[in-house]
């Protein structure tokens, strides 16, 4: 079955309990492809728990939850050596981040501390625990949740360093009339959960990824990406740019855009269909461009304000 197909039965499966949420379904596995991380923001509610639960279902992965509040210790993340008194010695107890979903939610409700445990397991897919080396499995993908912080009492605003970390944010509003619609006539019925399939195996998963790196940027499309980065550390409304991870970031989201569209080449369509998603929480407004301007708007005024190259996409 071709990947496009796969993707449309990906949807599918996870539409039988979670409605309207196909650009989101989309860039989840483009993150699954990259080994990236997402972060979901939404007011509680919205159906984010059961989104990741539904794509870990999808995948055939393990699914792990953690729920984050001030008092969550890094131990509880990563987990332990404990004493076992029937062998007399330490044994090591792994945290629930070893799984291949895993979901932190409402991660800015955890300490600084707490939040930077997860540093060295997003980054090195691997976790250390009293100095021993435990590699995580694959694949692995965190999905963290937070709530908006400027409308929550008790948050912690995630560090630029772990921002920087996620491959994609995606905010998630309230549904539209007819999806809500749809929402109370699934659960009305007996649809749950454990409806939904295995769409794809874990072998192919490797495939994709391996596939995925053959996908072609021309240097036209190169310098068009490059373009866009250099703006918004250009801009006088913000203060803090994007990364040379965040660079690397918008490049791979639009190979994974471009795979998922079927095409063996990126297009500056893909660029400007993913750059939102990895660019926006990227970006630190200056206190003025904050009276005035969303790393959301500015985003879209760069994108605007960038030529597209004539000639892109397969050739280059």
């Not at 090195?124 to 009492?153: H, K």
């Not at 995630?158 to 549904?175: C, E, N, S, T």
């Not at 596939?211 to 913000?238: A, G, V």
């Amino acid at each position: 079955m071709a990947l496009t197909e796969k993707i449309v039965q990906l949807k599918n499966e996870i539409s039988k309990v979670i409605v309207g949420k196909d650009m989101e379904v989309e860039l989840m596995a483009i993150s699954l492809l990259f080994n990236g991380h997402i972060l979901l923001e939404s007011v509680p509610g919205t159906g984010k728990t059961l989104l990741a639960k539904s794509f870990a279902t999808a995948i055939g992965g393990e699914f792990s939850r953690i729920q984050f509040t001030p008092d969550v210790l890094p131990s509880d993340v990563t987990g332990i050596q404990f004493f076992n008194p029937k062998v007399q010695e330490f044994e090591l107890r792994p945290g629930p981040i070893k799984a291949n979903i895993v979901l932190a939610d409402e991660i800015n409700r955890a300490t600084p501390r707490t939040q930077s445990s997860l540093l060295e397991v997003m980054e090195e897919r691997q976790v250390t625990i009293d100095g021993e080396t435990v590699p995580l499995p694959e694949p692995f993908m965190v999905i963290a949740t937070q709530n908006p912080v400027e409308s929550q009492q008790g948050t912690f605003a995630l560090p630029v360093a772990q921002m920087d970390r996620f491959l994609i944010k995606i905010k998630i509003g309230y549904p539209v009339y007819e999806d809500e619609k749809r929402i109370m006539q699934i659960h009305r019925g007996d649809k749950k959960i454990n409806a939904i399939e295995q769409v794809f195996s874990n072998e192919e998963i490797k495939e994709l990824k391996d596939s995925i790196n053959k996908i072609h940027l021309s240097t036209e499309m190169e310098d068009y990406l490059l373009k866009i980065i250099r703006k918004t550390r250009e801009n006088n409304s913000i203060e803090l740019g994007v990364s040379p991870r965040g660079t690397l970031a918008l490049m791979r989201a639009s190979q994974g855009k471009a795979l998922l569209n079927g095409r063996a080449y990126v297009t500056p369509e893909d660029v400007k269909q993913v750059a939102p998603y990895v660019l926006g929480h990227r970006i630190y407004l200056s206190i003025e461009g904050s009276l005035t301007e969303t790393p959301e708007t500015i985003i879209a005024e760069i994108l605007d304000s960038t030529p597209v190259p004539v000639e892109a996409g397969a050739n280059g």
